[in-house]
């Protein structure tokens, strides 16, 4: 094992649920030696459903007629209606022929590198992509190129190399609609237009943009006009609950089915999650207004983050990032807002380039009034 150096240690912390309110949580604080409630200003609770009464009690009904876990794999015992009733449903509203379950976004993510990949087909990558899709990429051996963030100028020349250098290999391309760290968006049409002139298949990642942005909350790639490959999509987010998914074509769900280890060698996503997130669907289907007051709250963050003299943040979803640069500056500034009730947590390398610490800031639907006026006073001017 190589040796960690001191700087880039992580110590896991537990957060105890103090009350029963949807937004505070309280935490042992290690530095006070004492409980504090804190405001919970980091979670990807995006829209405040992980303690909604109605997906307590879908969860508690499932668990009370079929158990805890599945008890088994998909193709062994743990296959129950409701996997297939979210896969439907979710495919319905995605508009997608197939959809598969999965226990998890980054088991999701490496099944579906895995099954659009062997060892000569050239990936493109944006570089701040999630660490599950590059452990995808390392696991199938494909050859493996990053462009720089969101920059499609860049990816178009590469794509013109890879095409010249490997004519019979068509290469696939794998983003984020949502950067979980930066809080931006490619611009997907122009990519999806892009791939399809090159002949490349995409990849897209939707965990953090799945019911908070497009249309209704579907995410960015639907009603996309150009071809997407494959998107993934995770229910431990805005859908508050837990489990994931792969959607595509049917012939690539099947193949998922009949050669993927990442979904046939696990235990099955467990009925109460898959009952939880299908009701947190139905919740996002029947508010559609939920998702245009996030962006809307988001957007008034950053003007008045702005104002105040911090660098303007990028992107326009619920993940507003605080750019410090310091390992230590963004560590004193997390512990400064601890002080005053507000939990934020330090992003620092190798989560992010060197140099760019950040406060990862989430903006969740159902925060107090006056949560933006108490961050600020917080802060203080940058
Ligand atoms: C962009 C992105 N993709 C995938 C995942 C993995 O999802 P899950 O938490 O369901 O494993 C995450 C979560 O950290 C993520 O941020």
Redesign the pocket.
Known sequence: MHKIPPNRIRKIRTWVPGNHSTELISYNSSYQNKSLPLLDLAS?DYLGLSKHPNLIEAAYKTMHCEGVGAGGSRLITGSRPIHRSLEETLGDWLQRDHVLL?P??????LAGVIALTNRHTPVLVDRL?????LMGVKASGAKLQRYSHNNLDELKKYLKICRKKHPQHPPLVIT?S????EGTSPNLKCLAEICAEYGARLFI?E??ALGVLGKEGRGLCYQLNSPITMI?G????AFGS???FLASNKEIGEHLIQTSGAFRYTTALAPPLCAAALEALNLIKTHPSWHLELQETAATWRQKLTRQGWQSPHGTGPIIPLLIGSDQAALDTQKKLEQQGLLTIAIRPPTVPEGSSRLRLVVRRNLPENTLKKLLTALGDQ
């Open positions: 990807n999965f998890s976004g980054f088991q999701a993510n992509i999630h660490h599950s899709l984020e949502l950067f979980s760290m990642d965990a953090h993934s995770t229910f431990g987010k837990g489990g994931a």
